[in-house]
């Protein structure tokens, strides 16, 4: 079963998707981790993509789309995959239908602007992992220090509210259209479109994602 994630900046698509991951056995497919990964690593692509992140802009199409279907070939086809940031773009739904990768669900998780502006100011960030904390919703066990590593925490650079307020904006310019090429491709198709309320408790929605899964 492959499940795409869809929601704006600061959702909780990578919260849950680190659960479903370790719940349900789905491989994620992250582009925000995939894409900050070659940023640590100053990959050529890393220094593009950069560019674009800081900025709050999408990274285009063009390099996207070809990281995700060359790292999709090289997954076990016989494993679910968990969609989280990817797509996010018409284009870039259109390019993996084009490839023939099934979408059983896409589950939409919705909370709105103003939320979303208060809760980002409050994300942290551990860098190696990606693991994500909030300082009220999902503090760390020690202040300031990851769990798993006891490494430094940190605060993602495109967290700065003047960003989050440009991602957002990109999220309702772009990333819309994604959200009406699926709702009308169920029509059509055995996909499933699901909006959950993602202003809930972290638990009440994981609850909500596991339930839509295990339907
Ligand atoms: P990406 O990393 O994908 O960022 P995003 O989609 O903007 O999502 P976030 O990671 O910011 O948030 P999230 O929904 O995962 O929320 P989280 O679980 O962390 O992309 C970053 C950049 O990369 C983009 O801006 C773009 O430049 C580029 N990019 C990535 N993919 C791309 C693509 N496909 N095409 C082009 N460019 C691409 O939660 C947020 C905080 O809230 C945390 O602190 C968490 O603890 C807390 N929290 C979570 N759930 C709750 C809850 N229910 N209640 C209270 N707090 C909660």
């Known amino acids: 079963m492959n499940v795409v994630l869809l929601g704006p900046p600061g959702a909780g698509k990578g919260t849950q998707a680190s659960q479903l991951v370790k719940q349900h056995g789905f491989v994620a497919v992250s582009s925000g981790d995939m894409l900050r ?34 790292h999709l070939a090289t997954l076990d086809a016989h494993k ?23 979408i059983d669900k896409v589950i939409e998780i919705r909370v709105d602007d103003e939320k979303i502006i208060s ?28 769990d798993i590593t006891g490494e430094p925490l940190t605060v993602r650079e495109d967290d700065r509210p003047e960003t989050v ?15 009406d090429f699926y709702r009308v491709y169920q029509e059509v198709s055995p996909i499933q ?3 959950i309320d993602g202003a809930e ?15």
Request: glycine share 6%; net charge negative; charged share 20%.
């Open 193 to 195: 479109y699901c909006v």
């Open 37 to 70: 990964a070659a940023v640590r690593e100053a990959t050529t692509l890393g220094q593009e993509a950069q560019a674009y992140m800081v900025q709050g802009q999408l990274v285009p199409d063009t390099i996207i789309i070809g990281i995700i279907l060359e």
């Open 80 to 102: 679910s995959i968990l969609f989280d940031g990817f797509p996010r773009t018409q284009e870039q739904a259109e390019a993996l239908h084009d490839a023939g990768v099934v």
């Open 119 to 146: 809760r980002m100011a409050g994300r942290l960030f551990h860098p190696a992992s990606g693991r994500t904390y909030h300082v009220e919703a999902n503090p760390p066990q020690v202040s300031g220090k990851d």
């Open 165 to 179: 307020k440009k991602r957002l904006t990109v999220y309702h310019q772009q990333t819309q259209p994604v959200i």
């Open 201 to 215: 408790p972290i638990d009440r929605v994981a609850a909500a994602v596991a339930a839509i899964v295990a339907e």
